[in-house]
């Protein structure tokens, strides 16, 4: 079955601590993008990547970074700089950018206390 | 720029009966639409898309939405409603070129009372 993976569902982390979320894809889509999803705002774009080995700042960049070394996994770093991040964080994929549709991940609930 | 607006944060239906679900959006071109429905502490899913084809988009689980550009709406509707549609709805927004973002809306909580 193509689709796409996230994992860990829960991730718990004391602050101060970096944490990495995985992202994997199997549908060969091209561009893959982060989103973070908080009560009452739909989601916000993190960092967006429309071929291997580059990536783009999306609205809210600050405290995140990326790598995209292949093409099916994009993996996202929660850096301790990033003031506020527990949230439920999303991952999607399309086959190339913007208007073609996303396809979303199960998704990562992180929770930092 | 592009804006889209879910006029309902919570819309709550009684089974059997009709589902309307409201979206205006802003695009200074001719923009692409979605509706993305969202189970609890899951991913989304697709349930529609229009992309300057026909006005009337049919997607699944019996749902359709139509464009009209004079009103710059895209609502979301459904006849009947079944249990399995309690969800969290999102309406979506880019533009056809040149932009690389979807916008989404806020979101409008589906509540089916049985």
């Known amino acids: 079955d193509g689709g796409i993976t996230q994992s860990p569902k829960y991730l718990f982390r004391k602050e101060g601590q970096n944490v990495t979320l995985s992202c994997e894809q199997n549908?060969?889509?091209?561009?893959m993008y982060w989103y973070r999803q908080d009560p009452g705002q739909g989601l916000r774009l993190i960092y967006y990547?429309?071929?291997?080995?580059?990536?783009q700042k999306g609205d809210i960049a600050e405290g995140y970074s990326v790598s995209r070394e292949k093409k099916e996994s994009f993996p996202l770093t929660v850096t301790s700089a990033q003031k506020n991040p527990t949230a439920f964080y999303l991952c999607?994929?399309?086959?190339?950018?913007?208007?073609?549709?996303?396809?979303f991940g199960p998704g990562t609930r992180l929770t930092v206390t | 720029a592009q804006s889209v607006t879910q006029l309902d944060s919570h819309v709550s239906v009684s089974e059997g009966t009709p589902v309307l679900l409201r979206c205006n959006y802003s695009?200074?071109?001719?923009?692409?639409l979605f509706w993305y429905v969202q189970h609890p502490n899951k991913g989304l899913q697709l349930l529609l898309k229009?992309?300057?084809?026909?006005?009337l988009v049919k997607g699944i689980n019996g749902f359709e939405a139509e464009f009209k550009k004079s009103e710059t709406s895209f609502h979301l509707t459904k006849p009947s409603a079944h249990m399995s549609d309690a969800a969290e709805y999102f309406c979506?927004?880019?533009?056809?070129?040149?932009?690389?973002?979807?916008?989404f809306g806020t979101g409008t909580r589906l509540t089916i009372i049985p």
């Open positions: 999607a994929s399309s086959m190339r950018l913007s208007p073609f549709e996303q396809y």
């Open positions: 549908l060969n889509h091209d561009a």
């Open positions: 990547s429309q071929i291997v080995n580059d990536f």
């Open positions: 695009s200074s071109y001719s923009p692409s």
């Open positions: 229009y992309t300057s084809a026909a006005t």
């Open positions: 979506v927004v880019s533009l056809n070129f040149g932009n690389e973002k979807l916008t």
